[in-house]
Nanobody, 128 residues
Framework: QLQLVESGGGLVQPGGSLRLSCAAS????????IGWFRQAPGKEREGVSC????????YYADSAKGRFTISIDNAKNTVYLQMNSLKPEDTGVYYC?????????????????????WGQGTQVTVSS
């Protein structure tokens, strides 16, 4: 069974940090583009950050630049999102998704028009 499972969400105070994990099972992330997406209440889903497993290219939304870091551990078949300096506006359900995309600029494509396999999400709440 092909599956993505997110973990690591929780309640954190503004300025705090969390590390989200996206573990793949039933397939390997080799030659995939993987992204983190969030959906806040009443807002559209947005791409936060994406990474390609084959060349480690990354893409960050403006809201994530300088604060979030995406990384991949191919041995563990897992993608991470390290989130620092968290703000209340970072609150939402965070999903990961993975797809195999042809062509160029695949990380940006994935973050803007996500596709492929999706996880069930993990809640992140930033509040004092």
């Amino acid at each position: 069974q092909l599956q993505l499972v997110e973990s690591g969400g929780g309640l954190v105070q503004p300025g705090g940090s969390l590390r989200l994990s996206c573990a793949a099972s039933g397939f390997t992330l080799d030659y995939y583009v993987i992204g983190w997406f969030r959906q806040a209440p009443g807002k559209e889903r947005e791409g936060v950050s994406c990474i390609s497993s084959y060349d480690d290219k990354t893409y960050y939304a403006d809201s994530a630049k300088g604060r979030f870091t995406i990384s991949i551990d191919n041995a563990k078949n897992t993608v991470y999102l390290q989130m620092n300096s968290l703000k209340p506006e970072d609150t939402g359900v965070y999903y990961c998704a993975a797809d195999q995309l042809p062509g160029s600029d695949t990380v940006q494509k994935m973050c803007v028009i996500p596709s492929g396999y999706w996880g069930q999400g993990t809640q992140v709440t930033v509040s004092s």
